[in-house]
């Protein structure tokens, strides 16, 4: 500091020994002369403040000073009497001493006496209580206050075994007797079946004071309380569970309060039961503990009874989690009571069986829901095709199913996926965001599991597609053939929307996935594929069930003319308009379903160039195209694998139809004029099927079998002319065209 020469010794004017004169001459020494003045003007100051200081201080405390003094000077003039007293209360106190002593010598010969007398008098009455310690225990007897008679008896064993000799030996002996019938009247009390378990433990506790062997009463103090713990789970078992209503308009069962309502009665008993026991027998856990594993499993048994119940009658997930979440709540508290039965083990396991049959239940439900919706779309084209048959004249009704919108019952059967699928992810997200900590070690096995049953359930409604279409599952009658094509049409929805939907549901449901690291539980390009081929497989059976009724008409057709007499061809048979009217009919079905996409080449008056052949080189001519067949590539007529489409569909049945038409025939033997006849037939069909099949390869190939096999079974395959075909062709068109003019022609 600024104060200091030297860093210690003398020189140093904060120390005790500061030397003045070392402190000048050092300064003197070492400093300038303008060192020394400023050192000078500072010493000044600091004498000046530090002056200045001590004023301040002595302002300050003066009044205390004065105070201070006036207060000595009062101690002063009090004090000065008190040595006088002090002298006379020391001989007081000697005095007192004296006498005090002289007082003390003359009892003491006589206090030992006294405190001898006290103890026998003290003896006295205690041995005046146990000899009337027999009469009372049978008053209490007769009155039957066991309990006081236990504490009597309990407070005077001690002076029974110590005098219990001698003169009181007969009133030990009549003072145990007593007691053993106590103990015989309490022990019948024990096993008394109206007891209740608080009587019992109190019965147990005045056994104990006299001394009664435990190891029976533990027994029966365990045997009583299990069975009024199964009394309770009973009783809860056998209640009719409460039902609300879910969101969906169902009933479900009210799982919480099912829950809390069983707790409140099972685990509050068993709660006390374990409290007493405790108290009764604390060296006796490993029974205790293993009669509450015991009645901990009739316990689960009953939650799992109640939370597993069929799926139409499952709780919601917001329930059932809630109802979960209150279980495992409770037992964590009876899990401190006896930690060595496990109970939070047991509950995870519950936890784990009721969320795995919820999912179960869940998808259960949505396949039922998904049966329900199929089977009334089934009941409403089936009621279209009732009101069809019942209409007694064919022209009343313009199309195959007037009564029925298809598109309609598509609709439907779109929209009912669509929500009850919503409804099950709501579910399934649900038991996951709902109480997520019960389910937190096995979130990754969950994802999984529902991912795997959301991926059966498509499988199962492609099942029941497939069961329907036949007849079977939820059917109620054969569906007819437009049904295939809903059903078909049904399952492009599901590729086009109701499945990536379902993904996409999926993705922000489970956003991490599964954790199995194997394949993918749902696998969206396996469903796929599956819905793609029940939709081919549902066109195709639509087709062959319209091609069956062409086959049908086809065969009767052939089987009435007599081929060999038949007369000169002047126009085509019916069965030509019976198969192009059919072939309208089908258009219209699909047209309902898939809408209309039938391509239009030329109308009525489509002119086709007519397939002569000559008599002479028939036969040279039909051996050349059986050669020509081995060698070329197989024509496909018919397959599984039909597009749903407009096009594919008409052409499917027609192939259908003119096979039919060829095999059958292959089956006859014609004359001139039926070979004539089924060429005109081929030439008129080819042309008028180019309004329903636009260049199809397979349709030209049968036609031109059907004239083929003609020649092939004609006795004289002699062909129109090319002018007469197209003369008798256009003498049709003309009258179809007259009979178009009439039909539309308003009525007068």
């Known amino acids: 500091s600024s104060s200091r020469v030297g860093a210690t010794g003398t020189t140093d004017l904060d120390s005790s020994g500061f030397s003045a004169a070392r402190f000048t001459a050092q300064l003197a020494k070492n400093a300038p002369l303008d060192g020394l003045h400023k050192r000078y003007v500072?010493?000044?100051?600091?004498?000046?403040?530090l002056d200045g200081d001590m004023q301040s201080l002595v302002y300050e405390n003066y009044s205390r000073f004065i105070v201070a003094t006036d207060t000595i000077r009062q101690m002063k003039e009090k004090v000065e009497g008190m040595g006088d007293?002090?002298?006379?209360?020391?001989?007081?106190?000697?005095?007192?001493?004296?006498?005090?002593?002289?007082?003390?010598?003359?009892?003491?010969?006589?206090?030992?006496?006294?405190?001898?007398?006290?103890?026998?008098?003290?003896?006295?009455?205690?041995?005046?209580?146990?000899?009337?310690?027999?009469?009372?225990?049978?008053?209490?007897?007769?009155?039957?206050?066991?309990?006081?008679?236990?504490?009597?008896?309990?407070?005077?064993?001690?002076?029974?075994?110590?005098?219990?000799?001698g003169a009181f030996a007969s009133v030990k002996a009549e003072s145990e007797e007593a007691a053993r019938e106590v103990a015989d009247i309490l022990r019948a009390e024990l096993s008394t079946d109206g007891a209740s378990p608080e009587d019992r433990a109190e019965t147990i506790a005045l056994l104990r004071q006299l001394k009664v062997d435990l190891e029976e009463m533990q027994e029966e103090f365990l045997k009583v309380r299990i069975e009024a713990l199964r009394a309770v789970l009973e009783r809860s078992s056998g209640a009719t569970l409460e039902a609300?209503?879910?969101?969906?308009?169902?009933?479900?069962?009210?799982?919480?309060?099912f829950v809390v309502n069983l707790n409140q009665g099972f685990l509050s008993e068993f709660a006390r039961a374990a409290v007493q026991y405790s108290e009764l027998f604390p060296r006796s856990k490993k029974e205790f503990t293993s009669a509450s594993r015991e009645i901990f499993q009739a316990y689960f048994r009953t939650i799992k009874t109640a939370l597993t119940p069929p799926p139409e009658r499952s709780p919601d997930a917001k329930s059932l989690m809630i109802a979960l979440g209150t279980m495992a709540?409770?037992?964590?508290?009876?899990?401190?009571?006896?930690?060595?039965?496990?109970?939070?083990?047991?509950?995870?396991?519950?936890?784990?069986?009721?969320?795995?049959?919820?999912?179960?239940?869940?998808?259960?439900?949505?396949?039922?829901?998904?049966?329900?919706?199929?089977?009334?779309?089934?009941?409403e084209v089936l009621k279209g095709e009732r009101s069809q048959?019942?209409?007694?004249?064919?022209?009343?009704?313009?199309?195959?199913?007037?009564?029925?919108?298809?598109?309609?019952?598509?609709?439907?059967?779109?929209?009912?996926?669509?929500?009850?699928?919503?409804?099950?992810?709501?579910?399934?997200?649900?038991?996951?965001?709902?109480?997520?900590?019960?389910?937190?070690?096995?979130?990754?096995?969950?994802?999984?599991?529902?991912?795997?049953?959301?991926?059966?359930?498509?499988?199962?409604?492609?099942?029941?597609?497939?069961a329907i279409s036949n007849g079977r599952g939820v059917a109620t009658a054969n569906p007819p053939a437009v049904f295939n094509v809903v059903l078909a049409?049904?399952?492009?929805?599901?590729?086009?929307?109701?499945?990536?939907?379902?993904?996409?549901?999926?993705?922000?449901?489970?956003?991490?996935?599964?954790?199995?690291?194997?394949?993918?539980?749902?696998?969206?390009?396996?469903?796929?594929?599956?819905?793609?081929?029940?939709?081919?497989?549902?066109?195709?059976?639509?087709?062959?069930q319209r091609g069956r009724a062409l086959s049908l008409m086809v065969r009767r057709s052939m089987a009435t003319p007599n081929w060999l007499k038949l007369k000169e061809p002047r126009d085509v048979r019916p069965l030509c308009d019976f198969l192009l009217e059919e072939l309208r009919s089908v258009g219209e079905e699909v047209a309902q379903?898939?809408?209309?996409?039938?391509?239009?080449?030329?109308?009525?008056?489509?002119?086709?160039?007519?397939?002569?052949?000559?008599?002479?080189?028939?036969?040279?001519k039909a051996i050349e195209r059986g050669v020509a067949k081995l060698f070329a590539e197989k024509v496909k007529y018919f397959g599984h694998n039909i597009e749903l489409a407009h096009a594919p569909i008409l052409a499917a049945v027609l192939k259908i139809g003119l096979k039919s038409l060829v095999e059958c025939v292959r089956l006859q033997t014609l004359g001139r004029s039926g070979f004539q006849q089924l060429q005109l037939d081929a030439h008129y069909l080819r042309a008028r099927t180019r309004t329903f099949v636009a260049d199809d390869p397979v349709v030209d190939s049968l036609l031109d079998d059907v004239v083929a096999a003609a020649a092939d079974r004609s006795l004289d395959p002699q062909p129109l002319e090319n002018e007469l075909l197209e003369y008798i062709l256009n003498q049709n068109i003309l009258k179809q065209e007259a009979a178009a003019r009439v039909t539309h022609t308003p009525t007068q």
């Open 42 to 49: 500072e010493l000044v100051g600091e004498v000046k403040s």
């Open 85 to 165: 007293r002090m002298e006379e209360l020391q001989t007081t106190i000697s005095n007192t001493s004296h006498r005090s002593t002289e007082t003390n010598a003359t009892l003491s010969q006589h206090r030992e006496a006294i405190e001898q007398l006290n103890g026998v008098r003290s003896l006295l009455k205690k041995l005046q209580v146990v000899f009337d310690l027999p009469g009372k225990l049978r008053t209490c007897i007769e009155t039957g206050a066991l309990a006081v008679a236990v504490k009597d008896y309990a407070a005077a064993v001690p002076l029974l075994e110590r005098y219990g000799t």
């Open 244 to 257: 609300v209503q879910g969101e969906d308009g169902e009933d479900r069962l009210d799982a919480r309060a």
């Open 329 to 379: 709540a409770d037992l964590s508290a009876i899990h401190r009571l006896v930690p060595e039965a496990w109970l939070g083990d047991r509950a995870g396991e519950v936890v784990e069986r009721a969320v795995r049959h919820h999912v179960t239940a869940v998808v259960a439900n949505f396949e039922a829901r998904m049966d329900t919706v199929l089977a009334d779309a089934l009941e």
């Open 389 to 466: 048959k019942s209409d007694a004249t064919s022209k009343a009704v313009a199309s195959s199913m007037a009564d029925t919108n298809l598109s309609d019952v598509l609709q439907t059967l779109s929209n009912a996926f669509d929500v009850h699928a919503e409804c099950a992810l709501v579910e399934l997200r649900a038991l996951l965001h709902e109480r997520p900590v019960l389910i937190a070690s096995w979130r990754d096995v969950y994802c999984d599991l529902a991912q795997a049953q959301l991926q059966h359930a498509f499988f199962s409604l492609e099942q029941a597609l497939d």
């Open 489 to 544: 049409q049904f399952c492009g929805y599901l590729q086009a929307t109701g499945l990536p939907r379902v993904v996409e549901g999926l993705a922000q449901a489970f956003p991490g996935g599964g954790g199995s690291g194997e394949a993918p539980a749902f696998n969206a390009g396996e469903i796929l594929r599956r819905l793609r081929a029940r939709s081919s497989a549902l066109a195709s059976a639509y087709c062959e």
């Open 593 to 620: 379903v898939l809408g209309d996409d039938s391509p239009e080449a030329g109308g009525t008056s489509a002119s086709v160039t007519a397939t002569t052949m000559s008599p002479t080189t028939g036969g040279r």
